[in-house]
């Protein structure tokens, strides 16, 4: 069982940078794969970033490459999402999610980009 709670949501402006975090409690995070997901307003529940057990292989959303980073540290059971250059389309509910036999998700964070 693993309980996720993301944190670091916020209003910001168009070309401001944010860093979102998820905290993991629970046993074994460091044998999940750890990932963000993002829905807007509307739209489906989309990938943002991906990575495996120890952060070394990584995945980004093609359109989001360069600008967000992915990050984790196992001795903190933490994972992060660094977000740069925001821009209004980026503007959603930021979940967390950890992939082992099972999927675990947070409760989300909203992030809201302002033009």
């Known amino acids: 069982q693993v309980q996720l709670v993301e944190s670091g949501g916020g209003l910001v402006q168009a070309g401001d940078s944010l860093r979102l975090s998820c905290a993991a409690s629970?046993?074994?995070?460091?044998?999940?794969?750890m990932g963000w997901w993002r829905q807007a307003p509307g739209r489906d529940l989309e990938l943002v970033a991906a990575?495996?057990?120890?952060?070394?292989?990584?995945h980004y959303a093609e359109s989001l490459k360069g600008r967000f980073i992915i990050s984790r540290d196992n001795t903190k059971n933490t994972v992060s999402l660094q977000m740069n250059s925001l821009k209004p389309e980026d503007t959603a509910v930021y979940y967390c999610?950890?992939?082992?036999?099972?999927?675990?998700w947070g409760q989300g964070t909203q992030v809201t980009v302002s033009s």
């Open positions: 999610l950890a992939r082992g036999w099972r999927d675990y």
């Open positions: 629970g046993q074994a995070f460091s044998t999940y794969a």
């Open positions: 990575c495996n057990w120890n952060g070394g292989d990584t």
